[in-house]
């Protein structure tokens, strides 16, 4: 078996994961590397949720009795684990949400409708990147066609990293807003994060960080990057699915309206007029994603006890492991960084001719899971000519012989295809 410096114990974590014990097609012992679509969840999280239904399953908020009390401690329980876990300084500065998605259309929504200094108008300009992911990318053009604001955005390098070279172009004095991915998930790049925010703050513009890729894999500290909001998901992070959150500034977030209406967000209704609930409440129309927030408060729960730092440098070894084994295989080209330095757990890779959707069917067949097509980032294969890449990603549960597993399966591909 190979052994590398810096890995975790994944003999013990793979033991918490019940699904990485599965086999498919029949006798093939699965092989799971497509974590950043999404992360299995271990017993510990698995456990929380039959807990919370079978146990404190209640509406929260108002209510008097002893569940919905219940329900309640612990979905204000998890809001506190997620303001710890990012280092925010106020538990009030953390919006659940459904997903990251909905975190960054809530953000475009907010400052659509928001009074000055915030609002998005036709003298203003709004800055993203050619590498985001469809969903902080269409936010974005929709707040553009619907304001008349000016989209603009960096460009790519040959190697996959963002070109920055005309950054005083591109975000000027009628930047309102810059949103940006801090992992890219279809190239792996890590973000200059300083060198944009600092450009931002020069402008008076607000910086909004994608860190979908990044809150399951390294430690997060929202005061560290400096935004104005960070949006992440919970199940890439080992939670379940239906649970996003979206963190900003306190200042901004009681200045700013909300965009959904309805129940919990308000003080007063009346026929004639609303007053609406303080921040987070504000933006948490309706009835809450509750047993999904319990469910990412024990995800975080159980991140936090290996050690976001342990999880990055276990993936730096198997992301520095992985691109020498693949450089091995004939034909194969990496999309994005080539070197494990400032790169994160994701490799996409075309391999010759043969087309990804291709690729993805023969690995399966041998048990070998990975993401095949644009990855939501179709700009990114434009920009590089291409008309997909397989992605193999890693977690805090991935190990060296899956990456030899997955070399093993490439050099099929390659014979099956001739």
């Not at 894999?217 to 935004?227: E, G, R, S, T």
């Not at 959904?260 to 003080?267: A, F, H, S, V, Y």
């Not at 609303?274 to 024990?298: D, I, M, N, R």
Request: charged letters at 20%.
């Amino acid at each position: 078996m190979t052994q590398l410096p810096g890995l975790l114990d994944t003999e013990a974590i793979r033991k918490d994961f019940p699904i990485l014990d599965r086999l498919v097609h029949d006798d093939r012992k699965l092989v799971y590397l497509d974590n950043a679509a999404t992360s299995q969840k271990p017993r510990q999280v698995l456990d929380v949720l039959g807990e919370y239904y079978e146990r404190y399953n209640a509406n929260v908020h108002r209510g008097v009795h002893v569940l919905a009390e219940e329900a309640t401690a612990l979905y204000e329980g998890a809001r506190d684990k997620v303001a710890e876990f990012i280092n925010a300084p106020s538990r009030d500065e953390v919006i659940f949400t459904k997903n990251a998605s909905e975190s960054l259309n809530l953000v475009a929504n907010m400052l659509g409708w928001a009074d000055d200094p915030y609002r998005v108008d036709q003298d203003t300009e709004i800055v993203i990147t050619e590498m985001e992911h469809h969903s902080n990318i269409v936010p974005w053009q929709l707040l553009s066609q619907r304001t008349g604001a000016k989209l603009k955005w960096f460009g790519l390098t040959d190697d996959g990293r963002l070109d920055l070279s005309n950054i005083d172009e591109i975000i000027t004095e009628k930047t309102k807003i810059v949103s940006f991915v801090l992992v890219s998930n279809i190239l792996g790049t890590v973000n200059p994060v300083e060198a944009i925010v600092r450009r931002a703050q020069q402008v008076g513009a607000l910086v909004c960080i994608d860190a979908s890729q990044a809150a399951p894999h390294m430690p997060l500290d929202v005061q560290a990057l400096q935004a104005d909001f960070v949006a992440f998901t919970g199940h890439k992070m080992c939670g379940p699915t239906g649970i996003g959150v979206l963190w900003g500034r306190q200042e901004l977030l009681e200045d700013l309206p909300p965009f959904l209406g309805g129940g919990e967000m308000i003080e007063t209704v009346s026929m004639h007029s609303s007053t609406y609930a303080p921040a987070p409440h504000k933006f948490e129309a309706g009835t809450p994603p509750v047993a999904q927030a319990v469910g990412l408060g024990a995800a975080i729960d159980y991140l936090s006890a290996i050690g976001m730092d342990k999880i990055l440098a276990h993936e730096h070894a198997l992301t520095e492991y992985a691109v020498q084994r693949l450089a091995e295989v004939p034909d194969l080209r990496i999309i994005g960084p080539t070197t494990a330095e400032d790169r994160g757990a994701a490799i996409s890779f075309t391999l010759g001719d043969i087309h990804p959707h291709d690729v993805g069917q023969v690995l399966d067949e041998q048990g070998i899971a990975v993401r095949v097509g644009h990855h939501c980032a179709r700009p990114v294969c434009l920009r590089y000519g291409i008309p997909a890449t397989t992605r193999a990603s890693f977690y805090l549960y991935s190990t060296p012989a899956e990456i030899d597993a997955l070399v093993q399966g490439l050099e099929h591909v390659r014979n099956f295809f001739g």
